[in-house]
């Protein structure tokens, strides 16, 4: 029986994850990867940590080259560009070092991943203006940072405020732009997001919020940044205001793609193409709270779904899980973590939300060294569910995994209300936010009243 052949066009997390599935499904398949860059799977998470100065870029890379040929035993072709997909004689056009020619597959996964929003803004691609995506980028931005000097960034996301975080480390004088009226719009609610916000001033960050950069000044180079008609003078800029699905491959192949850009695909990470597969930062995935296809550009979504992908493509039976857009990050020292729909998000779609905040010390009142754990918690009114999650401070990302369970197991609020936490000085306190906040929610219910 002639082996099976799978190609995949991407070689990041979600490619290497799928390859790895691929693999283990299939112990004989023939396995290709296909990278534009000169670069394999490397953390894209790290780079913020790069730049700052606490990981070394070499850590960054998950494998060494050789694990594709050694342990994969997959052919991986770096510096080389897939150009075309033709579904009916199952190819993939390239072209790379060794010239163009055309790769027969069985099944194709599409990893393309995401690039980063263009911006329509006079003076974007001057000297000076960078972008944070790839290892390219944040060596450029470390290179800068090394010397001294004054940073814009444009946008407030996580990325944003990593950055922000990372630049402020290396001594580096930083003015944050955001067109909302709030940091963190897409994942949290403006009450945890000023938190964060303010922990960044503290560091020396100046904000900007509610406004927009109309042009980027400069002759040879940057000089500044035209904002709402004020002139704000800057050594460099970088650009961090979203991310896109890498989709146009997928397009001109005739797989469908949805509202944001996305592929599209079934819970077996199929196209509507047969035999071609999708996976991480370039697809769209169904939010089962507001029944919406939208992309979650997440390593963890990007692991989950390429592991689906993978086994499917080699002949497995795999679902993706209801998946939520759990995600964490700490930003000047403090943990924060969002999962499921904002309160803004909830009602946007018309869904009747009940929202509840608390926060409590760390530990023990009277135990040195603690810090507030800041919970926002979002519940459908009608079946008590709850629909997102917030928490800023320390334990954030667990208590995020927990909500995150909840969702996906559909478990009814007054079960965190009531749960029996533990207890010690050092370690935590009677009454954690989360629970608090559970407990106010609870009671909100069994009164029908609907303010907190």
Known sequence: MEKRSVVIV?????GTTAAEA????DRSAKIVIIESSSDHEYSR??????????????GLFLNRRTYYDTSLKATLLLNTTATKVDPHER???????????ALRYDALIL?????PVDLPIPGINKPGVMKLRTLEDARAISGMAQTRGSTMVIGA??????L?????AKGQQVTVIEMMPEVLPASFDPGPASVVRKELERKGATFMLGKKVERIVGFEKVEGALVDGSLIKVDSIVACAGIRPRSRLAKEAGVSVGRYGGIKVDYKAETDVKGIFAAGDCIELVNRLISESRPIQLATVALRTAEVAGANAAGGDERIPDLFGNTSSRICGLELSSTGLTEAEAREHGLNALAAEAASYSYAPYYPGGRDLLTKLVVDSGSGQLLGAQFVGPGAASWGNLATMMMSQGIHISALAYLETNFSPPVQNFWPSPVVAARRITRLLKSKHLTV
């Open 45 to 58: 998470c790290g780079l913020p940590y790069y730049i700052s100065g606490e990981v070394d870029p070499q």
């Open 22 to 25: 691929v693999r283990r499904q």
């Open 157 to 162: 996301g996580l990325i944003g405020l990593e």
């Open 164 to 168: 922000t975080d990372a630049l402020l």
């Open 111 to 115: 990893a393309t991943g995401a690039e």
């Open 10 to 14: 991407g070689c990041g997390l979600a």
């Open 91 to 101: 190819t993939v056009s390239v072209s790379g070092p060794e010239g163009e020619r």
